[in-house]
């Protein structure tokens, strides 16, 4: 089968215009318990450039990348009953872990395209109950990024105590919580105006003031900058949930403009997201699919897989990028 592979950790800063590899590999075959999904589109997360750059590395290489999977069963392993051959399913972060209510923070918490082969291939294996029924109403590509940046977000909202990632947060919120209002920080005009027509109230750079203290912010960026300026705009009591699988180092020095009595007095509280339960993408597909959200997608074929990540480094991205492998 055709896939693009990790094999060595490098630093996309330094402009190599090829960090993964065309391969072929066998066709995977499924375990007791599995299901083998012929895939027919993969999201580019930025969590890719943190396996590729290293700071959250694959325990091996190569690795086959790619975590917000849509595609069909092709095959079951014995035992594996739970969904019919050719129902469209979805994998996401989650491969397999505990079952329990804390499996995202359990030893036995394995990710799909780093702890074992994503979805940058035209097959991947996966246990069943780690798989999920797409509502009819996305097409596949419009779906791929909910089993990533919608579930995780989902999640980051949930932990706000109220109850992606950011454009499909707002859309959550707006559906869940329609008397909240709904202020959104990004350091890029496009990404502002964006924002505004998909219903937020207020949209400004991250450095600026919210109109008003808030009660919960989500940050959804790989940096620290905004995480200070985040805790400057909550008030007293509020909670900073901080939905990333890592920071980058780059602009760590802001950590320096801390001020206890402005950022972080008066029981302000920071949490954040660790990985995603396979609870949370059971309930969010289904309240995905009766909002409907409308994620924002940008497609590549699998033989682009380097351009599409290049360009969500050197960004702006509006919305989701998609590899179709059919």
């Known amino acids: 089968m055709r896939a693009m592979v990790i094999d060595r950790i490098l630093s996309l800063a330094d402009g190599d215009p090829a960090p993964l590899r065309a391969v072929e590999l ?34 091996r290489l190569p690795v086959v990348p ?24 979805g994998v996401g972060w989650i491969h397999s872990s505990s079952g329990t209510a804390d ?8 990710a799909t395209g780093r702890d074992v082969n994503g979805g940058y291939a035209e097959y991947l294996t996966v246990p069943e109950a780690y798989a999920y029924p797409i509502p009819a109403i996305f097409g596949d590509a419009e779906a791929a990024p909910l ?21 499909l947060v707002l859309q959550l ?41 808030l009660d919960a912010i989500i940050d959804t960026t ?5 995480v200070v300026a985040a805790l400057a705009n909550l008030k007293p009591g509020g909670r900073l949930v901080i939905n990333a699988i890592r920071k980058e180092e780059g602009d760590k020095a802001e950590l320096l403009r801390l001020n206890y009595a402005t950022h972080l007095w008066q029981e302000k509280e920071i949490k ?7 609870r949370d993408l059971e309930e969010f597909l289904p309240i995905a699919g009766a909002i409907p959200l409308r994620p924002a997608v940008e497609t590549y074929p699998l033989a682009e897989a380097n351009r599409a990540l290049l360009e969500l480094k050197r960004g702006p991205v509006r919305g989701a990028k998609v590899l179709l492998v059919d």
């Open 66 to 89: 790619g975590h917000e999977v849509v595609g069909r069963v092709d095959a079951r392993g014995p035992g594996a009953n739970r969904f019919g051959p050719g129902a469209r399913v």
């Open 272 to 278: 954040s997201v660790a990985n995603v339960t396979h």
């Open 173 to 213: 919120a707006r559906h869940l919580y329609p008397r909240t209002s709904v202020h959104v920080f990004a350091r890029d005009a496009a990404a502002r105006a964006f924002a505004l027509e998909l219903g937020a109230d207020w949209a400004g750079d991250t450095a600026d003031p919210a109109p008003r203290p």
């Open 26 to 59: 066998p066709i995977p075959e499924p375990a007791p318990g599995e299901i083998r999904v012929r895939v027919t589109a993969c999201g580019v997360c930025h969590t890719e450039l943190d396996e590729i750059e290293g700071r959250t590395a694959p325990p």
């Open 103 to 110: 499996e995202n923070l359990s030893p036995r918490f394995r």
């Open 222 to 226: 790989p940096a620290w900058k905004p």
């Open 147 to 167: 089993l990533c940046a919608g579930g995780v977000g989902y999640r980051a909202l949930r932990l706000t105590g109220f109850g992606g990632s950011a454009h």
